[in-house]
């Protein structure tokens, strides 16, 4: 009986070690669950693509909206400023004197001189052609009385410029306001309407030494580069007048089922004119087609990517992520369609600037995607 008993737990002990043993190979084994239904691991591929279309244009845009108002001129470029105000016409013979007040943004000196305004126009729609959104200038640049309102000179601190008073009631007949027109070459920039502490006002003081401040209800500058003399060929694109790129980029070559890991428009512009520092470019879907509509093909407002890029920097490359347009035009075409993209200023009311793109070449435009496929199962082939 007790031999009986040995053996009994003898094998019973073996049987534990076994046991043990086999779930410490499980516990070794570290291969997935589901592993032998996958026929591969997925990888990543690459690749680089130009653009088989390519196209740029210029266009007088609305700059009322702007953070600065810009004033001045060069040889490339002339800029006005344009301001409306709500007179009231009561008590005009007792007026003293009228003044301009203007708010400078940067230390920089420019004289100016006053016009009033014998067209109207609108903060929304004015532009170097037109007056608003319908309404052509007569004169490109500002319809105006040859009538001399008064001159100044933009200085560090506030500009205070007296105009003269015989024209008081031209500006309560005519209630389209003052056009600045500069009579120096450089730029200066003005607090808008928007800063209610320094926004361009007109201050008229009385007979009997009362004060009456009239804010400015509408502004903006309207900016012409007729003198530049472009090249219709060029790729540009720049700021105040909006000049913009097209390209289009065929993505037959990236599958419906691609999981795009990355996708950069990547190029090196040329400097050709800047007013600034540092200056910003958008990537913008567009929603027609360009073929069709041409530079009135309208284009998504917000951008799809964006990047700063410094006119002085000769190594500077510009590179725009755009993985997410990207995505959707490989996987939903029909709801996004590919017409392409425009290459602007960002925004595009920033102080001057122009660049070009190259058409060839090494610091041409290009496109390059990373992508990830799905895994296949044990049953593809």
């Known amino acids: 009986m007790r031999l009986l008993r040995a053996c009994t737990l003898a094998m019973t002990e073996k049987k534990n070690l076994a046991f043990a043993l086999t779930l410490i190979w499980l516990g070794c084994n570290t291969v997935p669950v589901g592993s032998d239904l996958i026929g591969r691991v997925p990888e990543q591929r690459t690749i680089e693509l130009l653009p088989d279309t390519v196209d740029s244009y210029a266009k007088f845009i609305p700059l009322g909206f702007a953070d600065y108002l810009v004033l001045g001129k060069d040889d490339q470029y002339e800029s006005r400023v344009l301001f409306k105000f709500e007179l009231k016409d009561s008590a005009v013979d007792e007026v003293a004197s009228v003044q301009l007040l203007v708010y400078p943004r940067e230390d920089y000196s420019l004289k100016f001189r006053c016009y009033p305004c014998s067209t109207n126009w609108s903060t929304a729609g004015v532009t170097w052609r037109m007056a608003d959104s319908l309404n052509q200038w007569v004169n490109p640049g500002g319809d105006y009385f040859n009538t001399l309102l008064g001159e100044g000179t933009i200085t560090k601190d506030s500009t205070l410029v007296e105009l003269n008073r015989d024209y008081l009631s031209l500006l309560l007949q005519k209630p389209y306001g003052i056009v600045l027109i500069s009579a120096d070459t450089g730029f200066a920039t003005l607090t808008p309407l928007t800063n ?42 720049g700021s105040s007048v909006a000049f913009r790129t097209y390209l289009h980029f065929s993505l037959d070559s990236v599958p419906a089922a691609a999981t795009i890991a990355g996708a950069e428009l990547e190029f090196k512009p040329q400097p050709i004119y800047s007013r600034a520092e540092t200056i910003w470019i958008g990537v913008h879907r567009l929603v027609d087609s360009y ?32 993985n997410e347009l990207i995505q959707n035009w490989v996987s939903h075409p029909d709801s996004n369609p590919n017409y392409g993209v425009l290459l602007t200023a960002e925004p595009e009311w920033l102080k001057p600037f122009r660049i070009k793109i190259f058409r060839s070449g090494p610091w041409a435009p290009r496109l390059r995607i990373s992508y990830i496929m799905p895994p296949e199962d044990r049953f593809s082939r």
């Open 291 to 322: 073929l069709g509509k041409g530079k009135y093909a309208q284009f998504d407002p917000t951008p799809a990517g964006k990047s700063f890029y410094f006119p002085s920097g000769n190594d500077t490359i510009v590179r725009l992520t755009i």
């Open 196 to 237: 209610a502490e320094s926004a361009p006002r007109l201050v008229l003081t009385y007979q009997n030494g009362k004060k009456r401040t009239y804010p400015a209800v509408e502004d903006a500058h309207i900016v012409d580069s007729l003198a530049i003399g472009t090249n219709p060929n060029e790729l540009l694109v």
